[in-house]
C-alpha cells in the first residue's frame, strides 16, 4: 500500500502526535494501553515521526491521557447506556474501537482536512457518523440533534489547549444552551505547566501553539450555575504505578513536588438542566 501523504493545518497536524504515541506504546513489555489499530495507521502515513521518539515524556502522558479518558467515558457509559457519545476533535483517535459495546451511537467531529484523513482510515456506520466542521460553527448542531434527542456525552481529548479561555467558555455557553442535561470530558493544565510544557512537549516539533491553562478545575463552576464537576482523574497522580515511564529528572520534581503531579488531569463535567 502507497503511504498517504497528509496536508493538514496548525492545530489538526497535532492529531499525529497522539496517533504516534498510542501506536509506539504497543511495543512496552506492560502497555498503558494498547492500540492496535494505531500502530497499523501509523504504517501506512508519510511522514517525519522520528522526529518525537525522544519525547518520552510527551507519549507516556497521551497514554496515561487516553487511558483517562476512556475510564471516566467507560464508567459514564455503564451508567447511562443510551447515551450518545460526540468526540469533539476526533483526528485520528479509536476510542470507538476500544469501548463500542455492539450498541453505541457515535459521531466523530473535526475540521475538513482533518476529516479528509479520518476517512482514508475509518468508515461510517448506522451507528458512527462523521461530521466534518468546525466545533465553533453551527450546522452540526441541528445535524446531531436531528439525529438524537437524548442528552450526549461529549468528548474533548487533546483539544482545549489549543483554544484561548474565551473560546473555551464559548464552546462551553453553546453546548450548555443548546444539550441541557448533557456531559463534556475534557483534559487541561494548570496555567505554571501552560508556561512550560511547550518547552518539553512533543507539540514543539510542530507550530501549534498551547493556550489555555486553569489554575483549579473547580473555577470551571464558577463560570455558569449549569456547569458541575462530577469527576477528575489526575496524571500522574491517578496513575502513579506508571511514574518510572517518565524521564528521570521529571520522577525526581514529581516525587520532590506531589503537586507536579496534578497539574494536568481529565474532567467530567455535567451541563445541568436548571427548568
Not at 475540521?111 to 482514508?120: E, G, H, N, S, W
Request: hydrophobic letters at 45%; aromatic letters at 12%.
Amino acid at each position: 500500500m502507497n503511504a498517504t501523504t497528509l496536508n493538514l493545518g496548525t492545530i489538526q497536524e497535532t492529531l499525529l502526535i497522539t496517533l504516534w504515541a498510542r501506536a509506539v506504546e504497543i511495543n512496552q513489555l506492560d502497555p498503558i494501553l494498547t492500540d492496535p489499530r494505531a500502530a497499523q495507521i501509523l504504517t501506512q502515513i508519510d511522514y517525519d515521526f522520528q522526529k518525537f521518539f525522544q519525547e518520552k515524556s510527551s507519549q507516556t502522558t497521551v497514554c496515561i491521557r487516553g487511558k483517562a479518558f476512556d475510564r471516566i467515558v467507560s464508567e459514564l457509559l455503564q451508567t447511562h447506556p443510551q447515551t450518545p457519545v460526540l468526540e469533539i476533535g476526533a483526528g485520528l483517535n479509536t476510542r470507538f474501537e476500544r469501548l463500542d459495546d455492539g450498541k453505541l451511537r457515535w459521531f466523530d467531529l473535526d475540521l475538513p482536512d482533518a476529516m479528509t484523513v479520518r476517512r482514508k482510515f475509518f468508515e461510517e456506520s448506522d451507528r458512527r457518523q462523521f461530521i466534518s466542521a468546525s466545533v465553533f460553527e453551527t450546522d452540526w448542531i441541528e445535524s446531531v440533534k436531528a439525529s438524537t434527542n437524548e442528552p450526549i456525552l461529549f468528548i474533548a481529548e487533546g483539544v482545549l489547549l489549543f483554544f484561548s479561555e474565551q473560546q473555551v467558555k464559548a464552546l462551553f455557553a453553546t453546548l450548555a444552551e443548546h444539550f441541557p442535561g448533557s456531559w463534556i470530558v475534557f483534559d487541561a493544565i494548570s496555567q505554571l505547566l501552560l508556561a512550560v510544557r511547550h518547552r518539553f512537549d512533543a507539540v514543539k516539533h510542530t507550530s501549534a501553539k498551547f493556550q489555555w491553562g486553569i489554575q483549579n478545575i473547580q473555577q470551571i463552576e464558577t463560570w455558569d450555575s449549569r456547569y458541575k464537576l462530577h469527576r477528575s482523574l489526575y496524571i500522574p497522580a491517578d496513575f502513579t504505578q506508571y511514574l518510572a515511564r517518565f524521564p528521570r529528572m521529571e520522577q525526581i520534581l514529581m516525587r520532590l513536588f506531589p503537586d507536579f503531579q496534578r497539574m494536568a488531569g481529565v474532567h467530567l463535567v455535567k451541563f445541568q438542566n436548571l427548568d
